[in-house]
T-cell receptor, first 117, second 110 residues
Framework: EPEVTQTPSHQVTQMGQEVILRCVPI?????FYWYRQILGQKVEFLVS????????KSEIFDDQFSVERPDGSNFTLKIRSTKLEDSAMYFC???????????????FGPGTRLTVL | SQQGEEDPQALSIQEGENATMNCSYK?????LQWYRQNSGRGLVHLIL?????REKHSGRLRVTLDTSKKSSSLLITASRAADTASYFC??????????FGEGTQLTVNP
């Protein structure tokens, strides 16, 4: 069964450093998303991406964040200058709203745990 | 904003018992989804119920939706230790963000 994959599974970085989190969405999906979950808290939406541009973003997704689809398969989240409060689990998801049965069923990757020291 | 709120926050039961979790939301929806998250792991999609559906089954899962009360319930029958996880409801339009609730932490004791 096709699945969303994410790399790395765990990233440790120093405050102020740039990190890039990588995701490979399901191949025929059209919408891509990033969410994050701070330890012990609920999952929060960051950004959605469709047709090579951001379609929606939350107030969390400030100028420190950017997303890119550098090729036909990868979808990346870049944090330019990490802060301690960026420590969280970051989830990538994809969906195919055009699929008859999907109705916005989003498929999530296993997550990348980001630890900022 | 559409926001799911689950109750109870935590539920502990014995294997074989049924577990019921509830979710309430604030605005109109066109569908509601339930996800499971094992500790420190990713989110697994369990079931989606559309706004024009009242009940849906998938294996040992039964989901109900009451749009007049803006609430949904997830019932897991004949629970197993492997069902121990956090369960979240989420709402969102097609191609749009999902808004997750706080989740219910279910513990099934062997």
């Amino acid at each position: 069964e096709p699945e969303v994959t994410q790399t790395p599974s765990h990233q440790v970085t120093q405050m102020g450093q740039e990190v890039i989190l990588r995701c490979v969405p399901i191949s025929n999906h059209l919408y891509f998303y990033w969410y994050r979950q701070i330890l012990g808290q609920k999952v929060e939406f960051l950004v959605s991406f469709y047709n090579n541009e951001i379609s929606e973003k939350s107030e969390i997704f400030d100028d420190q964040f950017s997303v890119e689809r550098p090729d036909g398969s990868n979808f990346t989240l870049k944090i330019r200058s990490t802060k301690l409060e960026d420590s969280a689990m970051y989830f990538c998801a994809s969906s195919d709203p055009l699929a008859k049965s999907s109705y916005n069923e989003q498929f999530f990757g296993p997550g990348t745990r980001l630890t900022v020291l | 904003s559409q926001q799911g709120e689950e109750d109870p926050q935590a539920l502990s039961i014995q294997e074989g018992e049924n577990a019921t979790m509830n979710c309430s939301y604030k605005t109109s929806i066109n569908n509601l989804q339930w996800y499971r998250q094992n500790s420190g792991r990713g989110l697994v999609h369990l079931i989606l119920i559309r706004s024009n559906e009242r009940e849906k089954h998938s294996g040992r899962l039964r989901v109900t939706l009451d749009t007049s009360k803006k609430s949904s319930s997830l019932l897991i029958t004949a629970s197993r230790a492997a069902d121990t996880a956090s369960y979240f409801c989420a709402t969102g339009a097609s191609g749009s963000r999902l808004t997750f609730g706080e989740g219910t932490q279910l513990t099934v004791n062997p």
